[in-house]
């Protein structure tokens, strides 16, 4: 018997898979954007605002992540340049979408008159931090009525994400949620994440989420 | 929650180093993983039975070396382990916390025969 030195990291598949991926929306110059949070924070929703809000000056494609349905691809398919759903069902893994799951959808869209493209994980805050898809910015949404102590329970996610919304701001009179803890919290973990304030339902704070948007996806190029 | 996933890896990644050293058998692989990293080893033992099936790595022990949760104050750079379910730096109290280990997730070693 003899013993061989290995170090390899197991998640390297789906790295690789993902480098593969960002490389290929580099050379289309499209802005990709990994958006997670448990079931019923508001994915599809934040989508739907930011597609409402910057239809006119981005060119957007949407992926849909879920067990099944096509639910959310109807919900976002008017205002889309392109929608893909993918439902992970009937693959190896079902909590969340993986780099290779994503790989056959961008070649379904036409990147070349896409400049953002919003990828919607399978809602779950433990599975999608550990699987890199090819995105440019990680955004984690927590919502008001979950409570406030979710970077607490599910740290990974929040040390990874360059944005956490805060969504259903117009549910802060009725629900015990202490933003100032939760932003210590997200903070603390993560002193770069960007924190956005905002309810998709009545639109408060999507200005600043808006501007948020088309700053990154300016820097990232100008077609 | 993934398991599948990551023993498919496993099960790749041991054949192919496998074949690499001319083994004609992977009698145990020694894998590290951190306690944040949300993998049960159970689970991907009960996996890898199935999905090492046929092949050189079947029968192969899993070993695993878990590597407790460390964290890094921050702001006085003090190194601690988790007491409680809010990260706080014993020390100087404060929350800005680092992850310093418990994400590994690794093939460290064979052994081979």
Redesign the interface.
């Known amino acids: ?14 790295e690789t898979v993902a480098r593969r991926n960002q490389q290929l929306l580099n050379v289309h110059r499209v802005f990709a954007i990994n958006i997670m949070s448990s079931p019923g924070a508001g994915k599809t929703s934040l989508i739907q605002q930011t597609l409402t809000n910057l239809k006119d000056r981005l060119n957007i494609a949407v992926i849909e992540g879920d067990v099944a349905s096509t639910v959310d691809a109807e919900k976002v398919q008017n205002n889309a340049k392109a929608v893909i759903q993918i439902n992970t069902r009937n693959m ?2 079902s ?2 979408l ?1 780099a290779a799951m994503l790989e056959p959808a961008l070649k379904d869209i036409p990147l070349d008159d896409i400049d953002l493209l919003l990828i919607e994980n399978v809602g ?1 805050l ?2 999608p931090s ?2 890199a898809l090819g995105e440019h910015k990680r955004i984690v949404i927590s919502s008001l009525p979950e409570g406030d102590d979710k970077p ?2 599910y ?2 996610i929040f ?1 990874d994400a360059n944005a956490v919304i805060i969504n259903k701001m117009d549910l802060l009179p009725y629900v015990d949620f202490d933003i100032a803890a939760f932003r ?2 997200v ?3 993560n ?1 770069e994440a960007e924190i956005f304030e905002l309810s998709c339902k009545t639109g408060e704070g999507i200005e600043r989420w808006r501007s948020w948007i088309l700053a990154q996806v300016k820097s990232n190029a100008i077609k | ?2 398991e ?3 023993t ?3 099960v ?2 041991a054949i192919a ?2 074949d690499e ?1 001319q ?1 004609s058998k992977v ?1 145990q692989i020694n ?1 590290v993983v951190g306690e ?3 993998f049960v080893p159970d689970c991907i033992q009960f996996y890898f039975d199935s999905l090492s099936k046929d092949t050189i790595a079947q029968g192969a022990m899993l070993h695993f070396e878990l590597v407790p949760t460390q964290l890094r104050c ?1 702001n006085c750079s003090t190194i601690f382990q988790p007491q409680d ?3 706080a730096c014993p020390k100087c109290r ?4 680092e ?1 310093s280990k418990g ?1 590994e ?9």
């Open positions: 018997m003899k013993r061989i030195e290995v170090i390899q990291n197991i998640l390297e598949a789906n190896p893994e909590c969340s993986m779950n433990i599975c550990e699987f607490i329970k740290p990974l040390i210590r919290a903070a603390g973990l002193p | 929650m993934h599948f996933g990551i498919e890896n496993i790749n990644i180093k496998a050293a083994a009698v894998l944040m990293a949300g921050r379910t809010i990260w404060s929350q800005s916390i992850l994400r997730l690794y093939i460290e070693s064979m052994e081979v025969e």
